[in-house]
């Protein structure tokens, strides 16, 4: 079965901590559907063109109707004229969102976990902790890792630690409640607390 790699404080490895068996046999699909959803969600339903209602003016018949020797027009704002509305243009009441149900975003992540634990790129320390508040301490934990496009996950981390993770390059750093698949998958390799990856195995 998949492990995950246990890091002491000096971050070597100290062992090893077994997934789940309930991890073995979940379907790819469940990743796949949840990423699609989760990019749908990010969407930002911006694009709109004006209709020949929206466009302003048209209030009077630009010619008569008959006599003209001219194609007969109700409105300036008919989509022919120049200026005109957009037929059948984006709108923005599109919804792009697209339901993914809790079983399959559990499923998403469990999966995201298993394959990141078969790389050999998920690994489980005691504290992710700045206390200096300092990026250059907080890179030398990065580098200490000998990792590269990393995702630090911590059960609930402080102010001065976020503040010296934002600014390096090809790290990341969340707390437990934004943990999802599509972040696991993302990243190279996966850094999870210890509690935290105890009460996510306990779930499964």
């Not at 062992?15 to 969407?43: D, M, T, V």
């Not at 957009?86 to 499923?107: E, I």
């Not at 990026?135 to 402080?158: E, P």
Request: with cysteine.
């Amino acid at each position: 079965m998949s492990k995950a790699i246990v890091l002491d404080k000096d971050l070597k490895k100290s062992g090893e901590a077994q997934l789940p068996e309930c991890y073995k046999g979940i379907s790819s699909h469940n990743l796949y559907l949840y990423i699609k959803s989760f990019l749908a969600s990010l969407r930002a339903n911006s694009a709109m063109a004006k209709t020949r209602g929206i466009v302003s003016g048209g209030g009077k018949k630009p010619w008569s109707q008959k006599g003209g020797g001219r194609a007969r027009a109700g409105s300036i704002t008919s989509p022919v004229f120049v200026g005109g509305g957009v037929a059948h243009g984006p709108s923005n009441n599109r919804n792009y969102n697209l339901k993914v149900n809790k079983k399959q975003k559990k499923l998403a992540l469990q999966y995201a976990l298993l394959e990141k634990a078969n790389a050999n790129s998920l690994f489980i320390v005691d504290k992710i902790k700045v206390e200096s508040g300092k990026t250059k301490d907080a890179y030398a934990f990065f580098k200490t890792m000998n990792q590269r496009n990393t995702l630090f996950v911590s059960q609930i981390f402080d102010e001065k630690t976020f503040m010296a993770f934002r600014n390096i390059k090809d790290c990341y750093l969340i707390d437990g409640a934004e943990l999802n698949a599509y972040l696991v998958a993302t990243f190279r390799s996966v850094v999870i607390e210890k509690s935290l990856f105890e009460s996510i195995a306990k779930e499964g």
